[in-house]
């Protein structure tokens, strides 16, 4: 009988605390008072420094009315251009995220702008491919660095 529990005491004490553990952590991974936002879309925010006062002034929303009579992804096109010349190639990948975070209607021209700013961070940089593959990140599904290899 002193064996029995024995034996229920020990199997209580190894599986409690996994018990405990597991049912707490998922207690906390969702509460109510946070918005509903994905853990990538979280790192991704606090990476490219989207937030008030940081970065670009101007937001991806207005680069049509800086540019009037463009489409938007030619407007887009322009910023970025414009950003790697002025600011270089990170910060014209972070403005690349956060428009695509801010007009999702021009997602389907990502691969095509961060593939052309690979081209033309490999010009910028003369040529130097690994200079300009330092900047690279999975934008746009890493159509960047295809940019810079092409």
């Known amino acids: 009988m002193k064996q029995l529990v024995r ?10 605390p996994v018990i405990l553990v597991t049912t707490g952590t998922l207690a906390v991974t969702r509460v109510a008072w946070a918005p509903p936002v994905g853990d990538d879309q979280q790192v991704v925010a ?10 670009r002034t101007a937001s991806a929303g207005t680069a049509t009315q800086q540019h009037p009579g463009m489409a938007p992804q030619d407007a887009l096109r322009a910023d970025l251009m414009d950003e790697l010349r002025t600011r270089g190639a990170a910060s014209a990948l972070d403005l690349l995220e956060r428009s ?20 033309a961070t490999l010009k910028k940089y003369q040529g130097d491919v690994q200079r300009a593959r330092s900047f690279a990140r999975p934008v746009c599904d890493g159509s960047f660095a295809a940019g810079i290899g092409s």
């Open 7 to 16: 034996r229920i005491g020990q199997t209580i004490a190894l599986t409690l």
């Open 46 to 55: 606090a990476a490219s420094g989207a937030g008030p006062g940081i970065g």
């Open 100 to 119: 695509m975070h801010e007009q999702p209607a021009l997602t389907p021209y990502c691969t095509t702008l961060a593939k052309e700013l690979g081209q």
